[in-house]
């Protein structure tokens, strides 16, 4: 905090005395010591830029160029205020214009307008050229680096922390280099204001001389165009480090490097071009240049070049030897080398060729983001992880085929059609579309692809329309849901305990492991998940457990007692928003030949109904559920909570969709109408 304060208060200090500065008179000792320390902030500026790795170290680089331009043109109009008024600005510019200048006016006059025009012309023009083409290719490149991250992402290369890190990277490098396009006006502003102040200086210099103290024209041009001249060099010097930082932060990009050996090594390690400069040196020095310079320094050259080529050989050889000492390695190990072969990613997602720029940003694809979002979507439903989605192209598919993989096995497939939009009739238009008759993947209803042209045509009479994309993301959906009971491993479920554990660690300490395993949470959570049911409110349910695996530690009855304490959930899902519930109940007498015939094992309770009651069974729930479909409603069969796990059981190999619930999963306020009853 100290720290943090400091720091502001030297700036404001450094901006507080550049705004004195333009308005209250300085003596000259004072100048003197602000026009050091002007140059040490030149210098300090230089070479932070040289030795800066990234050029992101430097971000506050633009505010640092209005900051020092600022400051030194407040320097300018102290020394400006000085000379005319008292003809002695101070040791600092008496030396420069005196020392540097050569005591004479015309040298000063030359090596002032030189500098001047090193960083008018050549510094400041090619820094503001590398600085706005920076921008547009720093700007231009955001979509596909964006691209890039979100690949590595889905793909699981990276996580969602290093993912954040390099978009928040990109954006800031996309806010200097914007803002260095502009700061760079502000050298540039910065050399033609010292030209404007040098020449007012000499002129008002002059008037003065003339005027106020009674001098000759000679003497005055001389008197106070050698301080103008030093005022000048005390100023463009520090300006001219500020332009060159300015050149090197612009040119040295985004790379990560060093700077001095970087730049050493690119010069300096290839002997072939020493060889040729030590070459042309000596041929050079037996001309009339001088031969003690040239020859010397030539065979420097040489040397230099013989040292390089032998270093390079042996680095050669080693890295040579290291290949082969890899290479064997590599052989030794190879029939072992089967570990990757064995990994199985737990969902995938290829696809043909043809839907490549569905899933290419650059291309107007927005596939990778909802993948994104399905997985966002699945937690905030279900209350678990879905595991990372691997998405692969394969052209063994049709172009526009794609098949979805759960561990490794197919389990689904669907095909679209690019350029057209799948239409479905939800039950009630009556008017028909002309179209290609095809089935939904999802839910396999029968649909119609229709172009682009008739979309609006087909929405406006009620048809439901989705793009291509929308049908790949909604397949892959609901192809998770149906097997997220299965996806949810062990560890998975360590991690939901940890994150309980962190926030009630007491129910985590009483029900693991004391009570239950490990595995045992984790088949109560998949038999939630395999109907449906969420489980992101983990403390009630491991308060349900806690309460219950004292007295058996049967998974499937814990997971009754856990839909009890969910009921509220469980009524929400299915029950909300309506008034009356119509359902579907079990005959009593029904109810008790089920029960009648559960028998217990080891590996747990089984039903040993005969085929035909089964078969007679099945056909009761179609007819009397149909009844419910006929009416536009989910099939809903109520059973008392004891039967409720065995008659699901029995059902969920015939009705994929059948919703089982108990008496004791329904909140008292839900009013239920029974249109059926199932028996046989």
């Not at 230099?304 to 064997?328: L, W």
């Not at 669907?414 to 239409?423: D, M, P, Q, R």
């Not at 300490?509 to 109907?531: A, R, T």
Request: with cysteine.
């Amino acid at each position: 905090m100290i720290k943090k304060i400091t720091g502001d208060a030297v700036v404001g200090i450094y901006i507080l005395a550049a705004f004195v500065m333009f308005i209250v008179p300085i003596p000259s000792f004072l100048l003197d010591v602000l026009l050091a320390i002007n140059m040490s902030v030149a210098f300090s500026v230089l070479f932070s830029t040289m030795f800066s790795l990234e050029v992101l170290d430097m971000s506050f680089y633009p505010t640092i160029l209005l900051f020092t331009t600022v400051f030194r043109i407040a320097l300018n109009i102290s020394s400006t205020r000085l000379i005319l008024s008292t003809g002695d600005p101070g040791v600092v510019v008496t030396t420069f214009g005196q020392f540097v200048g050569g005591g004479d006016l015309i040298m000063g006059v030359i090596v002032f307008a030189i500098l001047l025009i090193v960083q008018f012309m050549v510094i400041n023009k090619g820094s503001e050229r590398v600085a706005e083409v920076t921008a547009r290719f720093t700007l231009d490149a955001m979509p596909g680096k964006q691209m890039a991250i979100d690949a590595d992402l889905n793909t699981g290369a990276i996580d969602d922390a290093e993912a954040k890190r390099r978009r928040d990277k990109i954006q800031e490098e996309a806010s200097f280099f914007g803002s260095m396009d502009g700061a760079v006006k502000y050298v540039k502003g910065d050399a033609t204001a010292g030209l404007i102040i040098t020449a007012v200086n000499l002129v008002g210099g002059i008037a003065m001389g003339m005027t106020r103290r009674g001098q000759s024209f000679s003497d005055a041009l001389n008197t106070y165009g050698v301080l103008t001249i030093g005022d000048g060099l005390v100023s463009a010097i520090p300006s001219l480090l500020i332009s060159l930082s300015t050149g090197i932060l612009v040119t040295k990009g985004s790379k990560s490097a060093d700077f001095g050996n970087a730049l050493l090594s690119q010069l300096f390690t290839l002997p072939k071009s020493l060889y040729f400069v030590g070459a042309t040196l000596i041929a050079l020095s037996f001309t009339p240049l001088p031969f003690l310079i040239y020859c010397p320094l030539g065979i420097i050259f040489i040397l230099v070049g013989r040292r390089m080529s032998s270093q390079m050989k042996t680095a050669g050889i080693e890295q040579k030897v290291e290949e082969e000492e890899i290479a064997e390695a590599e052989e030794i190990r190879r029939p072992e080398n089967v570990t990757s072969l064995l990994q199985v990613d737990p969902i995938e997602l290829e696809f043909g060729y043809g839907i490549i720029p569905l899933a290419d940003a650059a291309q107007g694809g927005d596939l990778l983001d909802r993948v994104v979002m399905i997985r966002r979507q699945i937690a905030l439903e279900l209350g678990t992880v879905v595991p990372i989605i691997r998405l692969r192209d394969n052209i063994q598919l049709n172009p526009n085929q794609y098949i979805i993989k759960i561990k490794g096995i197919q389990t689904s497939v669907g095909e679209i059609l690019f350029n057209h939009y799948l239409a479905m009739n939800p039950g009630y238009v009556e008017e028909e579309i002309a179209g290609i008759p095809t089935i939904e993947p999802s839910f396999k209803l029968p649909a119609l692809w229709i172009t682009e042209g008739q979309r609006e045509r087909a929405e406006s009479v009620g048809y439901t329309v989705v793009d291509p994309p929308s049908i790949i993301a909604t397949h892959l959906t609901e192809v998770i849901r149906q097997h997220i009971a299965e996806l949810l491993t062990r560890q998975d479920v360590q991690t939901l305990v940890d994150n309980l554990k962190e926030s009630n660690p007491s129910i985590v300490e009483e029900l693991v492991p004391k009570l239950l395993g490990l595995g045992e949470i984790q088949k109560v959570l998949q038999n939630l998940l395999s109907e449906g049911i969420s489980i992101r409110d983990l403390l009630t349910i491991f308060e349900s457990l806690a309460d219950h695996a004292t007295v058996t530690r049967d998974t499937d009855l814990l997971t009754e007692y856990v839909r009890q304490s969910l009921k509220r959930a469980i009524s929400n899902k299915y029950f909300a928003g309506e008034s009356t519930v119509s359902v579907v109940t079990l005959d009593p007498k029904l109810e008790q030949e089920i029960m009648g015939s559960v028998k217990q094992s080891e590996q747990g309770a089984y039903i040993t109904l005969d085929p035909e009651r089964i078969k007679s069974m099945i056909e009761s729930v179609r007819k009397e559920t149909g009844k419910l479909t006929d009416m536009g409603k989910s099939a809903i069969v109520l059973t008392s909570p004891i039967v409720r796990m065995y008659f699901k059981r029995l059902t969920e190999d015939y009705f994929s969709d059948l919703v089982v619930v108990s008496y004791n999963e329904v909140e008292s306020d839900v009013e239920l109408q029974s249109v059926g009853m199932v028996s046989a």
